[in-house]
């Protein structure tokens, strides 16, 4: 899945699935190249949701609070090892 950059100190990119409703979310360092940063995928998550994510003014704090304990996730992996299998 494709993520955008977003400026959020614990967050550096988030990606939306509109068709499978999985929100994928990259926690980790300021430096987005870090590979060490994990990569988490939230599922059923409604259009609206992400939407809301993308603009409110505090990603981490929305995630906090709108999505953390209401959806179901799973870790991916760190991001270093998610891209030695692309």
């Known amino acids: 899945m ?3 950059p977003v400026d959020s100190s614990n967050i550096q ?15 980790g360092k300021v ?3 870090d590979p060490t940063n994990r990569v988490y995928q939230y599922r059923d998550v409604p259009p609206e949701v992400h939407e809301a994510l993308m603009s409110d003014p505090s990603h981490g704090h929305y995630l906090y609070e ?7 996730y799973q870790l991916l ?6 891209e030695s299998d692309d």
Do not use: K, M, W
Not at 13 to 27: C, W
Not at 66 to 72: C, K, L
Not at 77 to 82: E, Q, T
């Open 2 to 4: 494709d993520r955008s």
């Open 13 to 27: 990119s988030i990606g939306y699935d509109p068709a499978t409703q999985t929100l994928e979310i990259e926690f």
């Open 66 to 72: 709108n999505i953390a304990f209401v959806f179901e």
């Open 77 to 82: 992996g760190r991001r270093g090892d998610l």
């Open 31 to 33: 430096d987005p190249d």
